[in-house]
């Protein structure tokens, strides 16, 4: 494999007491999709400030593109497009002003940029809010614009925090559709994310973090594969009668997960674990058999739920 | 559409050494652009505001204390002369808060506009510097209009008045980076607009000798008026508009006093910028 595009070892940042990123190691390479997966407060939007090359680390290294952020955050910047958790757009110009004062700040001739600009509405799907202000957009609208200001300067890594949190399903499909054309460009992404399906959708490798800490890595796939079984079964019994169940459930199968409303149990054969449950007379309200997710692996290896 | 475009990793595309020696003027400009939009009431604003405040302090309330004083005048001039290089510092002030601290407080606070664009090459200094060259930007034009409002009043006196211009504007930087410096620091903006509001602009613009000669404040009030660097611009103000007499020494007084502020302002403001930004 080439080198990798970033580069990090025992990557700490520390608020006064509180740890946000906790010593991790991990290398992203060209091309691939890359994501940090973990709930809110996990340390995944501290981790892509720093590799964004603008908040500077506690301790460790890391290197990106080559270079170390606290001493060419510039030249670095210069090559990534950050998309934030918070799209901070400029509210009071228009659509189309938004991209050209953005792509000025790299330094891009005026003509290049004109023409970027009416490329990126396109790609955006925003040609026809081109002299809006950015006020009147929707919030898929301005997440898509967000990521349209971050390809101006056509950057060597495109880096997305939460890229969907807060748009209702549609505009997500919307969003992931463009990511997913961009994927298959072969442009490089780095997302984070705490939605176990946007991860599954867009990432080829993932980090799954939590309280500043690595969990485990590798592809969706792979994740579950080694942290979870092939299908789980989802039984209801009554909130108030789950747990009561729960110890008569647990020597069915491999591992059992209880939750608040439902009971997970984990195994190969959902639907043969399910007759064995009627076999033994219990009678869940509902089930459900599905495929393992990466929610899963999250609860295997943290034992919360992603979305609290 | 097509996506074919859309490209990445254009290495020679970027040329962060060129964002480097112009990232302040990006940003100016960008700033400028936003200010176009406002364009007509703030000029408005520039030229209503002499209108006004010279006819009723300078021909309203000046008739009356020209009457009063006799042919000697106040300072030796009529009230309206003597009042207007103050007024016309204290417009460059105003005009350079409004272009640090709104867009400051814009930028940190209210759409973070500053993370945005420090996550391309630009850096916290370069943003700080951008935003007070919007500033100064918003000074000259003000104090232009100000002028040309003074000189239809018959304010000016001296030939050399038009050097009024720069130092009301040298007055208006100085202020504008010390507060851009602060506003870089706030994080709840609204006690600091009753602050500043009441116990600095307004004590200011009362106690800078403005309205009369500082030294016919009680001695233990001038104070005021020393650090306040509307008083600095006004002494010099009037010095050029019509030969109001001051020695050399106190004329490098003020311009050293000023520098100073401007100085330490711009120096604090880049590097809070930097630091906040960098957290």
Not at chain 1, 161 to 181: C, K, N, S, V, Y
Not at chain 2, 138 to 146: E, G, I, K, P, Q
Not at chain 2, 223 to 246: C, D, F, N, Q, V
Request: some cysteine.
């Amino acid at each position: 494999m080439s080198n990798p595009l970033i580069s990090a070892r025992g990557l700490t940042k520390k608020f006064g007491d509180f740890t946000a990123v906790n010593g991790i190691d991990f290398d992203v390479y060209k091309g691939e999709s890359f994501g940090f997966l973990g709930p809110n407060g996990a340390g995944k939007s501290t981790a892509m400030r720093i590799i964004g090359a603008t908040s500077q680390r506690t301790s460790g290294t890391i290197s990106i593109l080559g270079k170390d952020p606290e001493l060419h955050g510039p030249q670095i910047r210069a090559h990534l497009g950050v998309v934030p958790q918070q799209d901070n757009l400029d509210m009071q110009l228009s659509v189309a002003e938004n991209l050209y004062i953005y792509g000025r700040y790299f330094g891009l001739p005026r003509s290049f940029v004109k023409g970027k600009v009416d490329e990126l509405l396109a790609f955006a799907q925003l040609e026809e809010k081109r002299d809006a202000k950015v006020e009147t957009l929707s919030g898929g609208m301005k997440r898509r614009l967000t990521i349209a200001r971050a390809l101006v300067s056509e950057p060597e890594i495109l880096m997305l925090d939460e890229p969907t949190t807060g748009l209702d399903p549609q505009a997500r499909h919307i969003l992931w559709d463009r990511l997913f054309r961009l994927k298959e460009q072969g442009v490089t992404l780095l997302i984070t994310t705490h939605f176990m399906d946007e991860a599954e959708q867009l990432c080829d490798r993932l980090m799954v973090m939590d309280k500043g800490s690595i969990m485990a890595e590798g592809s969706p796939a792979a994740l579950i594969k080694d942290y979870s079984t092939k299908e789980v079964l989802e039984v209801r019994f009554g909130s108030d009668r789950n747990q009561e169940m729960a110890d008569k459930l647990r020597t069915m199968c491999d591992r059992i997960e209880e939750l608040p409303d439902r009971v997970l149990m984990y195994t190969e054969d959902g639907e043969a674990l399910l007759e064995k449950i009627y076999a033994a007379n219990l009678h869940p309200k509902t089930s459900l058999v599905r495929r393992s997710s990466l929610e899963d692996v999250f609860l295997r290896l943290t034992g919360r739920t992603l979305i609290e | 559409m097509s996506l074919a475009n859309i490209r990445q990793g254009s290495l020679v595309l970027v040329d962060a050494a060129r964002v480097q020696s112009r990232g302040a003027i990006y940003v100016a400009q960008a700033r400028i652009r936003q200010m176009m939009k406002w364009i007509w009431m703030i000029i408005g604003i520039a030229i209503a505001n002499p209108v006004l405040y010279l006819i009723s302090v300078g021909v309203g309330l000046g008739g009356l204390i020209d009457q009063s004083v006799g042919p000697a005048g106040v300072d030796g001039v009529k009230y309206l002369t003597f009042l207007a290089p103050a007024l016309l510092a204290q417009a460059a002030i105003q005009g350079t808060m409004d272009e640090t601290i709104y867009p400051t407080l814009e930028g940190f606070k209210w759409h973070k506009t500053f993370y945005s664009m420090n996550s391309t090459p630009l850096s916290g200094a370069q943003i700080s510097y951008g935003v007070f060259l919007t500033a100064l930007f918003r000074a000259f034009y003000t104090v232009v209009l100000y002028f040309g409002v003074m000189w239809a009043f018959g304010a000016l006196e001296s030939p050399r008045a038009w050097l009024a211009i720069p130092t009301a504007i040298f007055a208006g930087a100085s202020f504008g980076a010390l507060m851009q410096a602060m506003a870089g620091k706030l994080e709840d903006e609204n006690i600091f607009f009753v602050v500043l509001g009441r116990f600095v602009m307004m004590p200011l613009f009362m106690f800078s000798g403005t309205f009369f000669p500082l030294t016919s404040m009680p001695f233990f009030l001038q104070w005021i008026g020393w650090i306040s660097p509307l008083w600095h611009a006004t002494e010099l103000g009037r010095h050029l508009t019509y030969g109001h007499a001051i020695s050399p020494t106190m004329i490098w007084v003020h311009f050293i006093f000023l520098g100073i502020m401007l100085v330490l302002g711009l120096f604090f403001s880049a590097r809070i910028f930097t630091k906040r930004l960098a957290k």
